[in-house]
């Protein structure tokens, strides 16, 4: 049987972590892995997420499953976190997923199983598992204009244009914030740009959020999710919290759908909870226990969002650091787009070629297409990087 399989294409970056681990090289420096390491290269585990273990080691009786959809609490704190009311609750149907990849599937699972022959719209660039995944469900999809490779910003007027031809019933993904890979988003007025073009397309807005409080407040990150759930008869929305709780290994996401009423919102449920059981059964559940039990204890969020904040501010800064070294490098202001960009990526811009420049002659590990994770720089690198990328002559 086996002999009949076909080799599938390495992952980029993937391979990319394995070659920076090959490199002997001390003045190595890894932009590739999208994870968020501190000054000293490790992913701490937050103060709070290790306070809520503590608590539900001596707390926690049982180990049985729980619901198809997940723990509810889960469901309603992060419904909470993410929209805030700005959508009645008993329009919302919801599932705890295996992460936000999970609740990526899940939503394209669903999309396939309510409208089968609906083409998914995709930003282009993107992150490379949203192709993959409706490649292998074998759906339909096509791209919009996103990002300006000359500007290093949102082509608004390309997306808008190319939007127009979406048709009813298609499905659009959004990024809710800090964009990937590119670090740019829509301003507010932008988004009601786009909100008003698909509401008169009759289409369906699809909203990966995987990094609320990784660019300008948590508050802020949800504010145009919140702003598309509120405009719309039907919304699906994925999220993470991989990033801003920290749990990237306890897999924890949730899928939402906005319905139009509560009958539609039920047959949601149903659907999704069906998909689960196919898919995996139960979701896994510490990581969605920490979170829960974190975001439903004051004294435990606020340090949360201390931490958060501190992780968000940090990553500013090193923006910043960098496009001032980069202006006096070069002189010129070319670079200013970095201390713009929000999360914890942005694309360079620039080549393969000279993205392999970079590799082979300093030692600068970043994806093909130029996006680098500036949580991987801290103030020693910085000048670094800095210096081979105005060599490499970008």
């Known amino acids: 049987m086996f002999e009949t399989l076909s ?20 003045t190595k420096v890894d932009l590739g892995v999208g994870v968020y390491k501190d000054a000293s290269g490790n992913t701490p585990v937050m103060r709070a997420v290790k306070a809520a273990e503590k608590r539900l080691v001596k707390e926690q009786s049982t180990k049985a499953y729980t619901g198809l959809a997940g723990d509810p609490a889960f469901s309603d704190a992060m419904i909470g976190l993410v929209l ?23 939503a394209l699972e669903l999309i396939k199983l ?59 993904l959004l ?18 740009g786009v909100i008003e073009l698909l509401k008169e397309k009759s289409a369906v807005p699809f909203v ?27 919304v699906l929305i994925a999220a993470s919290c991989s990033k801003n709780f920290g749990v990237y290994r306890e897999r924890t996401g949730i899928l939402m759908s906005v319905a139009k ?3 539609q919102r039920d047959l949601a449920q149903q659907n999704m909870s069906f998909l689960n059981r196919q898919n995996f059964s139960f979701p896994p559940d510490h990581g969605a226990r920490v979170v829960t039990t974190i975001l439903n204890d004051p004294e435990l969020r606020a340090d949360w969002e201390a ?12 923006r910043k650091q960098l496009a001032a070294e980069l202006r006096r490098l070069s002189n010129s202001d070319r670079f200013d787009f970095l201390a713009e960009h929000r999360g914890m990526f942005s694309l360079l811009g620039t080549t393969p070629d000279l ?14 297409d130029s996006r680098m994770n500036i949580a991987g720089l801290n103030k020693k690198t910085i000048p670094v990087l800095a210096k081979a990328i105005i060599d490499a002559g970008i």
């Open 7 to 26: 080799s599938q294409p390495k992952d980029k970056i993937l391979a990319l972590m394995a070659a920076y681990r090959e490199d002997e090289r001390d």
């Open 84 to 106: 805030d009311g700005a959508v009645d609750r008993d329009r919302i149907a919801a599932v705890a997923t295996p992460g936000g990849t999970g609740a990526i599937r899940q």
């Open 114 to 172: 309510a409208a089968p022959g609906a083409t998914v719209w995709l930003s282009d660039p993107t992150w490379p598992n949203h192709p993959s995944i409706i490649k292998y469900l074998g759906m339909k999809t096509k791209t919009y204009r996103y990002f300006d490779a000359e500007t290093r910003n949102v082509d608004y007027v390309g997306m808008l244009t190319d939007l127009g031809a979406v048709l009813p019933g298609d499905v659009v």
């Open 175 to 192: 990024h809710g914030c800090c964009h990937n890979p590119t670090g740019a988003n829509l301003t507010m007025p932008q988004w009601k």
């Open 208 to 234: 990966d959020i995987a990094y609320q409080g990784f660019g300008d407040g948590l508050a802020e990150d949800g504010a145009a999710t919140r702003l598309v759930a509120s405009s719309f008869d039907n």
């Open 261 to 263: 009423d509560t009958a």
């Open 307 to 318: 931490e958060l904040e501190e992780v968000r501010l940090g990553m500013l800064e090193l």
């Open 355 to 368: 993205v392999e420049k970079l590799r082979a002659d300093h030692g600068i590990y970043m994806v093909g």
